[in-house]
């Protein structure tokens, strides 16, 4: 079926189909009749021609560091939002945390006829900056800050600041804090996070004490082991902080077995058993992104919600301002952040 004929059965132009397609001005009465007659037909616009018309293929490619992660999740959410309601689809392209593969995934991208990119960044390394100053096609960043490209970032410096002061109120007489972070070559979650916690634990008169600290990848196994190996060191442990909720899963489960917390009415699901550590234990335990499913399991611990899906909205209404508008102003967008106690 074509253009043509759509305008036939709807009674209008061509040209008024075509400016409908493309998101140009019809008024509301042909709007509907139009609308009608394409979802009584299930009319699908060739992409070639779309493509050979507009100079656009309407595809988005977004790299992302895991699939299976609640902040992932809402950000691609807030991003495919926005996509599909301006007749975008997206390539989605998941690295495991490897810093080389999103560099090969962003240079597949640009070499496929993507209109733009958007990285939720990890590690910038010097190959990221490369790529980014050189990319033949406009590229936004989102949960990491670059001079760059346009970037869309969260305010992990003041949400560590804030939970640094969160965590000194928590700790007991005669306890220390304990944090448990990331690698710092991720400057936000590694960096800015760890930093601000620190700050935030000196204002209240607090320090994070040499061999408190750990360091984890993003599972609650890496979690587990880090909170497990601080533990059966440091016997005075007040507050366990994490860099992730994910990480702070692990951090329970870890106070769980080293505790060997049991008690014959309590029956044996996870959820139950870490509800009865948080109630239960001398040890607290905190995290960062408000993740729904560590709620609904433990009741709630001391986090920081984080605008992820806002992110991405964000994200991708500034690569498709560049794309179709060509819109040269640099735009570097931090989000803030709610503490949830």
């Known amino acids: 079926m074509t253009i043509k004929e759509i305008a036939q059965m709807a009674g209008v132009s061509s040209a008024a189909v075509s400016r409908y397609l493309n998101g140009g001005y019809v008024s509301d009465e042909k709007k509907e009749q139009i609308k009608k007659v394409i979802d009584a037909t299930g009319y699908q616009p060739s992409a070639q021609a779309r493509m050979l018309r507009t100079k656009r293929a309407c595809l988005v490619g977004v790299v992302v560091p895991k699939i299976n992660s609640e902040s992932i999740s809402r950000v691609t959410a807030g991003i495919e939002q926005v996509l599909s309601s301006r007749g975008y689809q997206m390539l ?32 910038i390394t010097g190959e990221h900056r490369k790529f980014l100053k050189e990319s033949k096609v406009p590229v936004v960043v989102v949960g990491q800050y670059t001079k760059y490209a346009n970037c869309i970032y969260h305010d992990d410096y003041g949400a560590g600041k804030a939970m640094g002061k969160v965590a ?3 700790v007991k007489e005669d306890g220390h804090v304990a944090y448990i972070g990331v690698t710092r070559d991720d400057k936000a979650v590694g960096v800015a996070r760890e930093d601000g ?8 008169g607090a320090e994070l004490a040499e061999g408190y600290v750990r360091k984890s990848e993003f599972t609650m196994d890496s979690g587990y082991r880090a909170a497990l190996d601080l533990l059966e060191k440091e016997r005075d442990v007040s507050v366990i902080s994490c860099a ?3 990480i702070a899963a692990g951090a329970i489960e870890a106070i769980l077995a080293y505790r060997k917390a049991q008690i014959p009415s309590v029956s044996g699901n996870s959820g139950t058993r870490m509800q009865y550590i948080l109630e239960n ?6 995290g960062f992104g408000d993740n729904q499913f560590l709620k609904a399991v433990t009741g709630g611990i001391p986090t920081v919600h984080f605008g992820y899906k806002t992110s991405g909205i964000r994200g991708a209404e500034l690569l498709l301002d560049v794309i179709e508008r060509g819109e040269q102003i640099p735009i570097e967008m931090k989000l803030g952040f709610q503490l949830v106690e």
Request: hydrophobic share 40%; charged share 25%; proline share 4%.
């Open 92 to 123: 989605l392209a998941s690295t495991d945390n490897d810093p080389h593969k999103e560099i090969s995934y962003l240079k597949l991208f640009e070499s496929y006829p993507v209109d733009g990119i958007i990285l939720t960044g990890t590690v």
């Open 197 to 204: 916690f620190r700050a935030g634990l000196k204002s209240a």
């Open 168 to 170: 000194a109120a928590l």
């Open 244 to 246: 992730t909720d994910t």
């Open 281 to 286: 234990s001398d040890i607290r335990v905190t």
